[in-house]
């Protein structure tokens, strides 16, 4: 074909390495077709880099092969190629195998080593065209460019207009018309009520008759996070003793048009409910889409005996891998409009009647939260603490804290200043190992090592990160290695599309979260052993 004729023999023994390095694991277990398109994109970088090499080369007039010679050369590269490619396509099922072991997941049929490799073609192709369509872009306006300016000062501009011309269609057209057909697609999604859902009959339910916040104005993860809100008598049964029925407030992104109106709403409706009336008061900012991990409300609400009322509002209609990837500011006006909302008619009140105030987030939702408030703007009157989850490596504050931790303790599980204000916490350790010493003022991590959301960084581009270093997390592979473009590739599909189950990666489980609100929050009245149960409850 026309297309592979000319291709560069350096391009291909790099990309060839970069193909195969792209095989190797990385956090979490990937299916054949992510495998693919990583693949092909590993190659295709490889490739570039192989045929930026070669025109450096050339165009410092350094020596090169003659005919003869490069066809020799042509002819080891091509077997090289193949046995590189064949050798570790053949290795990759026991590397994702591995994975899924370390994770306690069922066994695959395997990786499909024809089909990743027929992926990652069609994705080199794909780019392959691409480059091929802006060369001759940047040669047409160089051509036109030469009759009027001399020819160096043609090709410098060219390529100035080439890249601003592609990028202004990437960045300009596509990408930002696929990202306003997804909101207006999980918006249309949003509005839809579900057919098993029917408004609340009780008046103190947020969405009911008598509520401040319609039905409608819930949104569809509004309407399940109310409509899920445990009886009193269902709370008792689980717990063995008697309890109340939580409150749960939401305002979703149809309740108001803007963030300060729908904050306003939201604290309206919680002091209609009586939410200032509990003994613990949780601030909550959703991930993405408007949802809520069940296993941190459900564990929280049991262990405080549903004394507890819980106020969150919806921001976005996307995902949180799309949203943290698009706007690192995603959602924060919105976080910050129910935080002041909240914040300021709870320090109000008199400090020996109102509820503990906690806040939590997990993911997208962790980084919002964090950046909520202004710590200068609550220290002469501080909240009791906060709980964020799966934080994202965007946090400024997770990622000062973890760059500052103290000697010989390790980036996935950092301890920071003897654990007097920040604490750090995962399945293997919890928080009450990381001091003897917890102030009144308290933030904790839950997060795994083999989180992608949390571990992510495009300094892995060209740089080792801190977390792959000896001594490793335990749910981290060990065949586990880092190369240059390629680790961070696949640490962005593991963001992007990966998938474990509870305890691992992204996916936080119940019984963790049991564990951090119990060291947080320090509720009465629990044995050890009935700790237990609760944590058997929820891992079932």
């Given amino acids: 074909m026309p297309l592979f004729r000319a ?9 060839t390495l970069f193909f195969a390095f792209s095989l190797t694991p990385s956090l979490l277990p990937r299916p054949w077709l992510v495998q693919g398109v990583i693949s092909g994109l590993s190659f295709a970088a490889g490739y570039g880099l192989g045929v930026g090499g070669h025109w450096l080369w050339h165009y410092l007039e350094l020596p090169e092969p003659g005919r003869r010679l490069l066809r020799r050369i042509k002819l080891v590269a091509s077997v090289f190629c193949l046995m590189a490619a064949g050798v570790f396509l053949w290795r990759a099922s026991g590397w994702q195998e591995s994975i899924r072991t370390l994770m306690e997941m069922e ?11 027929l992926v990652a073609l069609l994705v080199f192709t794909v780019i392959l065209l691409l480059a091929r369509l802006f060369q001759r872009t940047f040669r047409s306006l160089s051509r036109r460019l030469r009759r009027h300016i001399p020819r160096r000062v043609s090709h410098l501009v060219s390529l100035v207009a080439a890249v601003a011309l592609f990028w202004a269609i990437i960045d300009g057209v596509i990408f930002t018309l696929t990202l306003r057909a997804l909101d207006n697609s999980y918006q249309q999604v949003d509005r839809l009520i579900a057919d098993d859902l029917a408004p609340p009959a009780d008046p103190l339910l947020t969405g009911s008759d008598a509520s401040l916040i319609s039905w409608e104005g819930l949104g569809l993860r509004g309407r399940r996070f109310v409509t899920a809100t445990p009886s009193a008598e269902a709370l008792s049964e689980i717990i063995g003793e008697p ?10 992104l149809n309740a108001a048009e803007t963030p300060e109106a729908r904050a306003e709403l939201a604290l309206a409706e919680l002091i209609r409910v009586g939410g200032f009336e509990r003994s613990l008061l949780l601030l909550a900012t959703p991930t993405g889409r408007g949802w809520l991990d069940p296993g941190a409300q459900n564990t929280l609400e049991a262990l405080h005996r549903g004394d507890v009322a ?33 914040y300021d008619h709870w320090s109000s009140l008199p400090e020996a009647s109102r509820p503990e ?8 939702g962790a980084l919002n939260s964090d950046s909520a408030f202004d710590l ?10 906060a709980l964020w989850s799966g934080p994202p490596f965007r946090s400024e504050t997770w990622r000062s804290v973890t760059a500052e931790r103290d000697p010989d303790t390790p980036a996935w599980l950092p301890r920071f200043r003897d654990g007097r204000v920040v604490r750090f916490m995962n399945q293997h350790s919890d928080l009450e190992e990381q001091g003897e010493t917890w102030g009144d003022f308290r933030i904790a991590y839950l997060q795994y090592a083999s989180d992608p959301v949390t571990f ?16 490793r997390g335990p749910d981290v592979s060990p065949e586990l290695r880092w190369y240059p473009i390629v680790t961070m590739l696949q640490l962005l599909a593991d963001l992007a599309t990966g998938s474990a189950p509870p305890g691992y990666g992204h996916e936080i489980a119940a019984e963790h979260y049991l564990d951090a609100w119990v060291a947080l929050t320090e509720p009465e009245g629990w044995s050890e052993a009935s700790l237990e149960r609760l944590r058997e409850h929820f891992r079932r």
């Fill in 7 to 15: 291709l560069s023999v350096a391009g291909l023994m790099l990309g």
């Fill in 107 to 117: 066994p695959v049929a395997g990786t499909r080593p024809v089909s990743v490799a």
């Fill in 243 to 252: 309890a109340r029925r939580p409150i749960r407030v939401y305002a979703g």
């Fill in 310 to 342: 819980t106020v969150t509002a919806q921001y976005s209609y996307l995902p949180s891998p799309l949203a943290l990837l698009t706007e690192g500011e995603y959602g924060v006006e919105m976080a910050r409009a129910l935080f002041q909302a909240v």
């Fill in 357 to 364: 105030l906690y806040l939590h987030g997990l993911s997208l």
């Fill in 376 to 385: 200068y703007d609550i220290i002469d009157d501080p909240f009791q603490g």
């Fill in 456 to 471: 992510f960084s495009p300094s892995s581009l060209y740089r080792e990160p801190d977390w792959m270093r000896e001594p």
